[in-house]
């Protein structure tokens, strides 16, 4: 069996999730969260191993926005275009001096590990690794979600455990003093640090060895258990599970407030307005593209990034994109 902290995680959340997405391999529903988080990810590996340019790095987010349409239909803010830019931009005047330069050079970027285990392998990749002034390692994970984790969270993350045991055991020389999460914020990015002692690693180690015999004896038994849980809303599997298609699934179907008629009367007037704002939003789309088209033209033509109209001003990023400066 192959492992990695995103299966044990999904498992220890939901066996059956865990046999969707990992035995059964159903396709996952695509997401505007993952899309923008890897995006990041992506652009800070260029802007380290390839030393990019602030400018190349917007116009490396606006082609991948140009290319991602689950990024360009997003409709929460928090992962549009604008967004990530001002992300970088924050990440770079926090990380780099006014010549270019990094303040620290990484150690190493997306170093990929893979322990053997038994006829099992435990894989991963960490983010970053930068070496300390005493010689010693950090490592580093970067995230771009919501939810901040508490000292105690941190303390006992699994993530950072299994990265601990593959700096120690499976990565040559390194020695992983710290460890930490570094959240891209556009504004101010927030940095949480935890330790870990080498008599830890046995406990790691115990816990996905548990992992992998529970696994072994719902493989063998061939029932994976659902567990429901806060996150059962955005489980890509929800028309597959047993569990939600005869209870919570069959309660959002009936849920009085959204159709309040046996008769389904007002299921007939969600259904057309649902229509009606679908048919209005692809109107929408073709006439942006058009609009962008007129700008983007206008700003190549002349020579300019910047236009301003009556309500704001309009910035052409490398690379095409339009973006609305708000100041
Ligand atoms: S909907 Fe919930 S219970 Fe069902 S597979 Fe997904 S996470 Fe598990």
């Known amino acids: 069996m192959r492992l990695s902290y995103s299966a044990i995680s999904t498992y220890q959340s939901c066996p059956l999730q865990y046999r969707f997405r990992y035995i059964d391999r159903l396709p996952s529903r ?44 997003a409709v929460e803010p928090r992962y ?25 050079v990484p150690h190493a970027l997306e170093e990929w590990f893979e322990i053997a285990l038994d006829g099992h392998v435990l894989v991963g990749r960490i983010d970053r690794i930068d070496t300390l002034e005493n010689g010693n390692h950090e490592i580093i994970d970067y995230k771009t979600g919501k939810r901040l984790p508490s000292q105690e969270d941190l303390d006992k993350d699994l993530q950072l455990s299994i ?8 990565m040559g020389g390194i020695n992983p003093e710290r460890l930490k999460f ?4 556009p504004d101010s990015n927030e940095q949480f640090v935890t330790y870990r002692m080498p008599d830890r690693i046995n406990d790691t180690k115990e816990t996905v060895y548990e992992v992998i015999r529970s696994i072994e004896s719902d493989k063998a038994s061939d029932v994976f258990k659902p567990v429901k849980n806060p996150l059962c809303g955005w489980c890509d599997y929800q028309g597959e599970c047993e569990s939600l298609a005869t209870s919570a699934r069959s309660d959002v179907i009936t849920n009085p407030e959204l159709f309040p008629d046996e008769e389904n009367d007002d299921l007939t007037s969600v259904i057309d307005e649902y229509i009606e704002l679908k048919m ?17 033209t206008y700003c190549m033509e002349n020579a300019v990034s910047e236009i301003e109209g009556s309500k704001g001003k309009i910035e052409r990023i490398p690379g095409g994109m339009l973006r609305i400066v708000t100041d």
């Open 163 to 170: 990265y601990y045991w593959a700096a120690h055991e499976a």
């Open 30 to 73: 695509p997401s505007a969260a993952l899309e923008f988080g890897s995006a990041l990810h992506k652009a800070l590996h260029e802007l380290y191993d390839k030393n990019r340019s602030l400018e190349q790095l917007n116009e490396f987010l606006a082609q991948r926005w140009g290319a991602t349409e689950i990024l360009q239909e």
């Open 80 to 104: 549009s275009l604008a967004v990530a830019v001002s992300t970088m931009e924050n990440f770079y005047r926090e990380n780099f001096k006014e010549d270019g330069t990094p303040l620290i």
């Open 182 to 185: 570094y959240f891209l914020r």
């Open 280 to 296: 209005r939003r692809d109107e929408f789309k073709t006439r942006m593209s058009e609009l962008q088209a007129r700008i983007d």
